[in-house]
């Protein structure tokens, strides 16, 4: 655990913002709290869809893993990206560092290659955008992050009717589903048994959300693990040809068919209402018809002022 107020780092290994304004109030809120910010992206070098070149922001990720001044490294934000650079990236250097990775969406990419290659643990968690430097940030989302950081432990507490009743424990990983499925196959997918896995996504129909997870179960992945928990799934539309087939129809089906629980219900996703979860850590999962609760332990954290 770091004992001092940790510097933060901003790096941008996928996509990029050309509002310097969202840069500047991130960075600005975190100063407030008493961190020092190391502000790696640099919007006159962003090249086409990217936060810059695949070297440049390779040389982001290099440059604050090896800062001695930083204890957590957050992405600037998601979209696309990280794919192309995870055959370059020494996880091997990423993990003894000790830093405290944090994103997601398309940093599942690298927290997935993260575990795989060394068994390191990161976060699921908030980034600069659209989170710290939002116009009007959302408290829950940010204390939520806080309270993760702080440690020992972290306990998300959910809402959810109709899941099935759960008591289990294990490994949590996960993330972004289509990321998360780009892997599969690939030495940047990581074995682990026991676990319980985390999915949200965007833009994706409900059609394509089973097909997803049904690959996974036709892979061997799920059969291997504790329980499915569904966070987030927005932005699709559903129109008179899916005939009634929605995503409470498809969780259904899935419940059905899969060999361990499917629940609904984490608020985790591309909303900007999320929680951080400590991709890696031991997780404790109690479920009944009211909720559900999971408590974290085992992973990284700070002290923080």
């Given at each position: 655990m770091i004992t001092s107020t940790p510097g933060i780092g901003i790096v941008a290994p996928s996509g990029y913002t050309l509002d310097d304004a969202i840069v500047q109030r991130g960075v600005a809120l975190l100063?407030?709290?008493g961190h020092v910010v190391h502000n790696y992206f640099d919007t006159a070098k962003v090249f086409q869809r990217f936060g810059a070149t695949d070297e440049a922001r390779l040389a982001q990720l290099n440059a604050a893993a090896c800062d001695p001044d930083i204890a957590v490294v957050m992405a600037l934000r998601g979209q696309y990206g990280l794919t192309r650079l995870l055959p370059r990236i020494d996880f091997d250097t990423m993990a003894a560092s000790g830093k405290i990775f944090v994103g997601f969406s398309d940093f599942t990419a690298f927290q997935m290659g993260l575990m795989a290659k060394t068994g390191a643990k990161s976060y699921a968690g908030p980034m600069l955008h659209p989170d710290f430097g939002a116009p009007e940030t959302v408290d829950f989302t940010l204390d939520n992050?806080?309270?993760c950081l702080?440690?020992?432990?972290?306990t998300i507490s959910a809402k959810a009717a109709g899941n099935p009743t759960v008591e289990t424990s294990g490994t949590i990983w996960g993330g972004n589903l289509a990321m998360v499925m780009s892997l599969v196959g690939t030495s940047y997918f990581p074995r682990i048994d026991d676990g319980i896995l985390f999915f949200e996504d965007?833009?994706?129909?409900?059609?394509?959300?089973?097909?997803?997870?049904?690959?996974?179960l036709q892979a061997g992945a799920i059969e291997r693990q504790k329980a499915i928990v569904l966070g987030d799934f927005s932005s699709y539309g559903i129109t008179a040809a899916d005939n009634g087939y929605d995503f409470d129809v498809m969780v259904d089906y899935l419940r059905g068919v899969m060999p361990v629980p499917v629940l609904t219900g984490l608020p985790f996703g591309h909303g900007?209402?999320?929680v951080t979860i400590p991709f890696g850590a031991q997780a404790r999962l109690v479920s009944s018809q009211a909720g559900f609760t999971l408590t974290m332990s085992d992973y990284p954290t700070i002290a923080h002022g």
């Open positions: 100063e407030a709290r992050f806080w309270s702080a440690g020992p432990t972290h965007v833009n994706e129909h409900p059609y394509r959300i089973e097909r997803m997870l049904l690959q996974l900007r209402t999320r």
